[in-house]
């Protein structure tokens, strides 16, 4: 049975490479699918060489999670996508880049429709609305790049120390000091 919590802010919902999905299904969805949009979209970081993720599904109820405060993502670029139920309310939020919350903070409002993702850099303040009734449920994937995280931790702004870890192991790798991303080039991408 599953058994980790998807996240530190979330309490309900599922890990799924706890059950089995991670080489069947989100790690061939990243490679074929997602990579090439992200190498256009984000190439300053690293769009073109995601290679590690995390991936879980949330629950928005009336008697669990309502809602998720502003936060940024453990990753470089996250797909979130709305598997549905019946819910109203409960849209996204975004604010600025590696901002500070405010006690007014500047934020743009998105509706979040069933059966459609948004992808957003992880490192952008967003947070999701309240739930006025039903139930909602989102995959949410965390794509991350060694090559960038390998150079300087998103969530701390440092260099790394790398110790040994199970799975992905938060998209941290061994590798040389100089593994830098190299550029996308466009044309070649057509």
């Excluded at 309502?66 to 990753?75: E, K, M, P, R, W």
């Excluded at 598997?83 to 109203?88: A, N």
């Excluded at 040389?176 to 044309?187: A, I, R, W």
Aim: charge should be negative; include cysteine.
């Amino acid at each position: 049975m599953p058994k980790g919590r998807p996240n530190t802010m979330n309490n309900y919902g599922v890990l799924l490479n706890e059950l089995g999905m991670d080489e069947t299904f989100i790690t061939p969805l990243r490679e074929k699918y997602l990579q090439p949009i992200t190498a256009l979209l984000y190439p300053d970081l690293g769009g073109a060489c995601l290679d590690s993720h995390k991936a879980f599904v949330v629950k928005y109820s009336l008697h669990e999670d309502l809602d998720l405060s502003s936060h940024y993502d453990n990753a470089e670029v996250t797909l979130n996508v709305s598997l549905g139920k019946d819910f109203t309310e409960g849209n996204l939020y975004f604010g600025d880049f590696s901002q500070e919350p405010t006690p007014v903070p500047k934020y743009i409002e998105i509706e979040h429709v069933v059966a459609q993702g948004l992808l957003h850099r992880g490192g952008q303040i967003h947070g999701t609305l309240p739930i006025a009734s039903g139930e909602r449920w989102n995959l949410i994937i965390w794509m991350r790049s060694s090559a960038i995280r390998n150079q300087l931790c998103p969530m701390c702004n440092k260099k790394p120390e790398l110790v040994e870890a199970e799975g992905f192991g938060d998209g941290f790798t061994e590798t040389l000091d100089d593994d830098v991303p190299e550029t996308v080039n466009l044309c070649s991408l057509w």
